[in-house]
């Protein structure tokens, strides 16, 4: 629970682009404040304000030191790499701190220990916080129970240059919710690449196509095409804005819970 009227944040990855896009709301929020930021040894900005690129003060130094960046927070949000979280966690279940996990790309062993970290301190994970991206996934949710028969599915997905995983944990994220839909199993029917002489589509599988260029920040469109029509359910992002706010709200949602693993879904009361 906040000791205090606000809700006390602290932001790994506080340099990146979305580091900085979150500590861009949360100055600008009315009920969340920065308190602690979190960078990797190597970044040059350790021992810099972290508002600094707002050109603002807002008193909390750069660290690499989890104890210290973590010292005065209720939440971290973390929208970094999987080995980072993964220390990260450690450190929050350790003291008590609870966590909004927008990193994508766990292994298995990973999401187990998550899984077993929530049953000390709360925790949100979503492979996007996107409130428009929940939405659109449980608007695929209910066409897929309906469509689960006579209808290829495939999910195409661009971002921009940098993005290092394909694909997206959100394509993959729509996958997993159409699969259990319809009762299979996405490890079972999902297809990731098509080259050569394919033979004819398994009209079980569900098909990715990933895209990768410019600073296209998310887009996805999952296709549903039958005889003699299709459905196109699409979502773009043209801000990280979304992922924030999302996160945001993802914050307020745990502050009155001690411990569990909830997802966006939970925070949207989309359940």
């Known amino acids: 629970m906040a000791t205090s009227s606000f809700h006390r944040v602290a932001v790994a990855g506080a340099t990146g682009r979305m580091g900085h896009m979150l500590i861009e709301s949360l100055r600008a929020s009315d009920d969340c404040r920065l308190t602690g930021a979190l960078d990797i040894p190597s970044s040059p900005a350790l021992g810099n304000d972290a508002s600094a690129f707002l050109g603002h003060a807002s008193g909390v130094p750069v660290t690499a030191d989890l104890r210290i960046g973590l010292a005065n927070a209720d939440v971290l949000i973390d929208f970094t790499r999987p080995e980072g979280t993964m220390a990260h966690l450690r450190a929050c ?34 492979p996007n916080m996107s409130v428009g991206v929940n939405v659109t996934l449980k608007l695929l949710e209910m066409a897929a129970k309906a469509l689960s028969t006579g209808y290829d599915i495939e999910i195409i997905e661009a971002h921009h240059r940098h993005k290092v995983d394909a694909p997206s944990g959100t ?77 945001l709200r993802a914050v307020r949602f745990l502050a009155d819970r001690p411990a569990g693993l909830f997802d966006m879904f939970d925070v949207l009361g989309l359940r």
Do not use: N, W
């Open 93 to 126: 279940r350790e003291l008590g701190v609870k966590l909004v996990i927008g990193t994508t790309g766990f292994s298995e062993s990973q999401k187990r220990e998550i899984q077993d970290a929530a049953r000390d301190t709360a925790i949100v994970m979503a």
């Open 171 to 247: 394509a993959l994220k729509m996958g997993e919710v159409i699969a259990e839909a319809m009762g299979r199993d996405l490890k079972d029917c999902a297809v990731y690449a098509r080259e050569g002489v394919t033979g004819e589509r398994d009209p079980s599988s569900i098909g990715f196509a990933t895209v990768r260029g410019g600073d296209i920040v998310g887009d996805h469109t999952v296709l549903f095409a039958g005889t003699g029509e299709r459905i196109e359910i699409t979502h773009k992002s043209s801000s990280r804005a979304t992922y924030a706010q999302g996160s």
